[in-house]
């Protein structure tokens, strides 16, 4: 049994822990807006490279484009996209679950499997593993835009051209709602052929330069915006798993204090009582 | 009653720009080009320069970096990496990372990848101080 002044104490640390998870509660419950609204403002942009990849798929010859070259697949790479800030409940450790299930499970189809890190979370959970990292985005940049997004692009787009890697995957958090997020695993490389739906109506553009050139200059922004999309899922996922963390986090303190304030005040009012007795019993004696 | 067509200027980040307009002129790869209503379906790369478009008497200017115009009779599309209205120039911050980039390029050799990317944000200050002046 703890006395009366620990109690006290204890009391009073749980509540000022209760008001910083309430904080950060309201915190990520702000960011969270902002992150959906960021969604939904870079769908215009995606959805019309997708067409226009779609039209073009239609009047050039795929085969000849480097990005759309299918090998077999040897070597991949898994882009994993965890956070930099803990506090978020289970949100980077299905993460992890699920890059360790890929792992087990491709073992055997891959020679060989590799990662690319963006956040600090993953970082040092995977450097602990000793699984082979081939580059990390940590403190790359100074927040997640389109820039960011880019430079991810680009460096994935590299290792294709470049036959580091026969198939590259995207790992990541998709927002559902605010309390749901799901593991996702996408492939960025080999690129889907984007067939043109059956209903769609070419339109006859001119193209300038070329179908050719313009297809070889779209194909990696599609990428990046697919990298992008990732990124932004992540991020109001966070905020999303965060608010649901720290809300349990309150409620938890706000069911400690009441547990703890009753223990206090039972334990106040047997220290009154054996006092009295106390006094009495003394009284008693001096009868 | 006047001919017009939507202008839509969309970036990763943003719906920079829906409006209504006349007439527009765009920097192309392949060289300025004007695109009136009732254009026949056309489709380019743009490279970093300024974007005019008017309507009626009043006409206005931002810049684009990049990116591709989608022409249609009735609508124009332009996906930008980055575009900015002529109001949303910060004028001290372009002429900062113009006097940056140049002295970037005295120590610079052409050989050097560097070289480029201070050549290309040098290329993009100009571009926004140039845009910026347009306004009146």
């Known amino acids: 049994m703890l006395s009366l002044k620990a109690l006290r104490r204890r009391i009073v640390s749980i509540k000022s822990t209760q008001q910083i998870t309430r904080a950060m509660k309201m915190v990520a419950a702000a960011r969270l807006r902002r992150a959906q609204e960021r969604i939904i403002e870079a769908r215009p942009y995606a959805d019309k490279i997708r067409e226009v990849l779609q039209d073009l798929s239609l009047r050039t010859d795929p085969d000849v484009h480097p990005l759309l070259a299918r090998r077999e697949m040897k070597k991949v790479e898994l882009v994993v996209i965890t956070t930099n800030r803990g506090l978020c409940g289970s949100f ?32 040092d959970y995977f450097h602990r593993r000793g699984v082979s990292i081939i580059r990390d985005y940590v403190n790359r940049f100074r927040e997640i835009d389109y820039q960011a997004a880019a430079t991810i692009g680009k460096d994935v787009v590299e290792d294709y051209i470049g036959e580091a890697v026969d198939g590259v995957f995207l790992v990541y958090n998709e927002f559902r709602s605010p309390l749901i997020q ?106 | 009653m006047t001919a017009s067509f939507l202008l839509e200027v969309v970036t990763p980040n943003r719906l920079v720009l829906s409006q209504d307009i006349e007439e527009i002129t765009a920097p192309g790869v392949e060289g300025e080009f004007g695109v009136l209503p009732g254009h026949s379906p056309f489709f380019t790369t743009l490279k970093v ?66 070289f480029y990317a201070a050549m290309g944000a040098l290329e993009r200050a100009i571009n926004r101080l140039t845009v910026a002046s347009r306004r009146s």
């Open chain 1, 182 to 287: 799901r593991v996702m695993v996408k492939d960025l490389f080999p690129i889907e052929p984007l067939e043109a739906e059956p209903d769609y109506y070419p339109v006859e553009y001119i193209y300038e330069p070329s179908a050719d050139a313009i297809l070889s200059e779209l194909l990696p922004r599609y990428v990046e915006v697919q990298v992008y999309r990732a990124l932004l899922e992540s991020v109001a996922g966070e905020h999303g798993a965060r608010m649901t963390a720290m809300d349990a986090a309150t409620e938890n303190a706000q069911e400690m204090i009441e547990k703890l304030t009753l223990i206090y005040n039972k334990a106040r009012q047997s220290a009154i009582t054996k006092e009295m007795m106390e006094i009495v019993g003394g009284a008693e004696a001096l009868k």
């Open chain 1, 92 to 123: 980077n450790q299905n993460i992890f679950r699920r890059v360790e299930r890929f792992v087990r499970e491709n073992r055997r189809v891959y020679d060989d499997i590799s990662l690319t890190i963006a956040g600090r979370k993953g970082l």
């Open chain 2, 49 to 114: 320069g300024e974007l005019m478009y008017r309507a009626g008497k009043e006409q206005w200017y931002m810049t684009v970096t990049w990116g591709f115009v989608e022409v249609l009779p009735e609508r124009v599309t332009i996906l930008a990496e980055a575009a900015e209205l002529e109001q949303e120039i910060d004028v001290e911050r372009a002429q900062r990372a113009k006097e940056r980039a140049e002295e970037r390029l005295k120590q610079l050799s052409p050989e050097e990848r560097e």
